[in-house]
Every structure is written in C-alpha cells, then in structure tokens.
C-alpha cells in the first residue's frame, strides 16, 4: 500500500459527537529499531513481542464545532487531569496525521489518557500511548463511512501511530508485529507494522517479560535524538544490514522454537542498540551500574539453572527479563530473590506477550 490510500475521499456520515475507548500495550523490540529517515521511515526492519499488561487507555470525546477551526481544537486530560504539558506532543501528532483524517479540525476533542504502569517508571508510553490515540480517532474515522475491512482498519491504526511514534506502529496488534521492508517478510511495509505472518513455535507462547525497573528517571536521550545519532554514525551501514541478517535468521528461529539461538539474537540486538549510543558523536552510556549487575546474573544463572531466560534493554538503564512460560516458577523465583534488590526500590512489572488493543 501507499501512504495515498490512508487519504480518505469522502466520509458518508458524520456525527455531530460520541465518545470512543481504547487500550492499547506497550511493545519490546527484539529487533530493534534506530535510525530513521523523515517521517519516521525506519533505516532498518525491526519485531516485537507486543505485551499485555504495559498498556495506555484513551478516550477521546468529540463534539463537531459550528465553524471548523484554524487550529485543532482539544483538551488533554491524564488519569483525569488536565496535562497542559503534554498538549504540544499531541499537536505535532494531529498536524502529522491531518492530512490522512481530514475530520480533525471540524471537531472539539477532549481526550484522556491513562497508563497501567507507573508514571516515570521510566518505561516508555509513547508506544502504547500513541497507538491508543490513532485507535480512537480511527474508530470516529469508521463511524463516519459505510464500512471499513477490519485489515485497513489495522493498516491506518498503524501508519497513523507511526507518525506519532515509530515504535507505536508496532503495538495494535499481537503476539509478534514486525515493521519495515524486509526480503524475509512478504507485505512487510516501512509504513506500518503487520501481524507476524509466519509460523510461531509453541516455545515462544505466552514468553515471560518481567520489568526491572533499574532507573525511573527521565531519559538521558530522548529517542528523537538517539535515531538522529545514526545519521552520521561510523557503524551505522552495518548495523542495518546486521538488523536485515538479524531478521531473516530470527524467522528460522521462530519456525523452530531454537530457544538458545533466540537469546544469542535478542541479548546481541539489546548490546548492539547501546553500542550504538556509546560509539556515536556525542556518546552515551545509558546503562547504570545495576544493569550491567542485572546481566552479569542472568548469565550465571542461565548456565547454572539451564533455563532460558534471557534479556533486552531499551533505550535506558530497565531490563526486560524474557522467559518461556514453561519456566516461569524457577526463572520468577530468580528474579525475585536474585535481581529485584537491583531496581529501584525493589519495583518491577510482570507482563507477558499479548494480542494488541481492545476496544472499551
Ligand atoms: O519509537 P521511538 O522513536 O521512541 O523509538 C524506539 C526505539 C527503541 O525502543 C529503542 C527500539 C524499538 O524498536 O522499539
């Protein structure tokens, strides 16, 4: 598909107001995604398990205005008050998104927001956020037409929460998405994200993530800047077909249900993301000294426990703990008594892989 697809012609129907509700999860790469060109088209394809219990609940109001405004008009509300510092993210995404939902300036929007994970856990709700939001005003977009197959549906869900957050086309739908054109995925598109179409070995069914929130202060590095990094990064080039060769070996993998092959990807993907950091003009560490505790323990336990657990990181100090559900007992039993004095007061979040949004 073209981004020319995703602009509506005309609209059959429009209400005069109503009042939509979604969830959308939060998602964790394990190819991951940095480096962007414009419009946040990834520099390399990327795939995530989407989670379950990370998630943003939005609902947006809205209320068609006597005259369509110049600006877009909308209050932002989180966990039911008023967030005025939040708005300008909000704007810049309505402005990326116009030209596709050509309602928005015809309506008052009152939208608010709340998260199931603590706020400045430090775990990223630009993802789930973004998705919840282009869910709600997708789901007026369909009131407003006769009908919509539930597969654009999904497609504009994604294309949309791109625009606000790269990651967020990743989110809508489970349990694995993958996102940018790749020889080794059929459809895949740098556009929006597609439900991974191929097989997917009982071994990675309900996979664990526990959150260990190692460092719940704000980002060091937003991702904005972080993506920028690889513009002129001297590893940048091979790093993306790393990425592509990354993504094709990981489809053999998920065919077969080969556990330690998994974790040599995804634990590889996690340091070379922060290799990255460390090696570009300027230079970042974004580990703290109790993420690299964190992973020295999960190596000695994993060889002394021969289970599978394995790690990722985003970009900043938490680590996802990834288990197969059938070692849950023994591998939570390690996080709890072994890893958990490493966060942050003790915190962590259990999650595991889910199936994307619901609708309320
Ligand atoms: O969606 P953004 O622009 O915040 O980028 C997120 C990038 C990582 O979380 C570090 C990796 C990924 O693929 O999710």
Redesign the pocket.
């Known amino acids: 598909m073209t981004e020319k697809e995703f602009i509506p012609t005309s609209y059959t129907a429009m209400e005069n107001e109503g009042v939509v509700t979604y969830s959308s999860p939060s998602n964790i790469?394990l190819i991951?995604?940095?480096g962007k060109l414009e419009h946040q088209i990834p520099a390399n394809p990327?795939i995530?398990f989407t989670l379950n219990e990370c998630s943003t609940t939005t609902s947006v109001q809205y209320k068609k205005l006597e005259t369509p405004g110049k600006e877009f008009s909308f209050e932002l509300l989180f966990e039911g008050r008023s967030k005025e510092d939040f708005k300008p993210k909000i704007n810049t995404f309505l402005q990326r998104v116009e030209k596709y939902l050509p309602f928005l300036k015809d309506y008052h929007f009152v939208i608010n927001t709340s998260n199931t994970f603590p706020h400045s856990s430090g775990i990223?709700s630009?993802?789930s956020g973004m998705s919840a939001l282009a869910l709600c005003f997708m789901e007026i977009e369909r009131s407003f037409l006769k009908e919509m197959p539930p597969e654009y549906f999904n497609k504009k869900v994604s294309f949309l929460s791109r625009l606000g957050?790269?990651?967020?086309c990743r989110s809508n739908q489970g349990p694995i998405m993958q996102w940018g054109e790749s020889t080794a995925i059929e459809d895949s598109s740098n556009l929006y994200g597609v439900v991974y179409p191929y097989l997917i070995h009982e071994n990675f069914k309900n996979y664990q993530d526990t959150i260990l929130l190692v460092d719940k202060g704000e980002k060091q590095v937003s991702?904005?800047v972080g993506?920028e990094l690889m513009h002129d990064h001297p590893y940048a080039k091979s790093r993306f077909e790393q990425a592509h060769s990354n993504l094709k070996r990981l489809k053999d993998i998920f065919a077969s249900g080969d556990l330690d092959a998994f974790i040599t990807i995804v634990e590889s993907e996690a340091l070379t993301?922060h290799a990255m950091m460390m090696t570009s003009n300027p230079y970042f560490i974004l580990m703290k000294p109790n993420t690299l505790e964190i992973i020295n323990r999960i190596w000695k336990f994993r060889s002394q426990s021969k289970t599978h657990v394995c790690f990722t990181l985003?970009?900043g100090a938490n680590v996802h703990v990834l288990y197969p559900e059938n070692e849950k007992e023994t591998v939570f039993t390690f996080i709890k008594e072994g890893l958990a004095p490493f966060c942050q007061s003790g915190q962590y979040i259990c999650d595991q892989v889910g199936q994307g949004a619901k609708k309320l």
């Open positions: 790469a991951k995604y940095w990327s995530s990223a630009s993802a957050s790269g990651s967020a991702s904005t993506h993301l985003d970009a």
